[in-house]
């Protein structure tokens, strides 16, 4: 079992940075991959970022790629996601999420634990 747990979402203007925190419980950190994703209203969740556990190996949709950076903090058993020159169509509730396999993974169903999601909204 782990237990996510995401924190830094907030209201921003287009153009203006975050940095999103996920942090993990309940299973070693240093052996999951880990997710980000996002859902807008009315839109299914989408894949942002993932960053594994062997050797920090990161992708990212191409939406994001150029913006955003995930990293991981094993001794703080927290994955980051820096966002930067938000955009309105950035808003979303961000989720983290963690499996355990040795791949990146990149669609939601490869994914076993989900934080509860951490909202942000880019005003243009």
């Known amino acids: 079992q782990v237990q996510l747990v995401e924190s830094g979402g907030g209201l921003v203007q287009a153009g203006d940075s975050l940095r999103l925190s996920c942090t993990a419980s309940?299973?070693?950190?240093?052996?999951?991959?880990m997710g980000w994703f996002r859902q807008a209203p009315g839109k299914e969740r989408d894949f942002v970022a993932a960053?594994?556990?062997?050797?920090?190996?990161?992708t990212y949709a191409s939406s994001v790629k150029g913006r955003f950076t995930i990293s991981r903090d094993n001794a703080k058993n927290t994955v980051y996601l820096q966002m930067n020159t938000l955009k309105p169509e950035d808003t979303a509730v961000y989720y983290c999420a963690s499996h355990p396999r040795v791949r990146l993974a990149l669609t939601a169903a490869e994914y076993d634990y989900w934080g509860q999601g951490t909202q942000v909204t880019v005003s243009s």
């Open positions: 309940g299973r070693t950190f240093s052996n999951l991959n």
């Open positions: 960053i594994s556990w062997r050797y920090g190996s990161t």
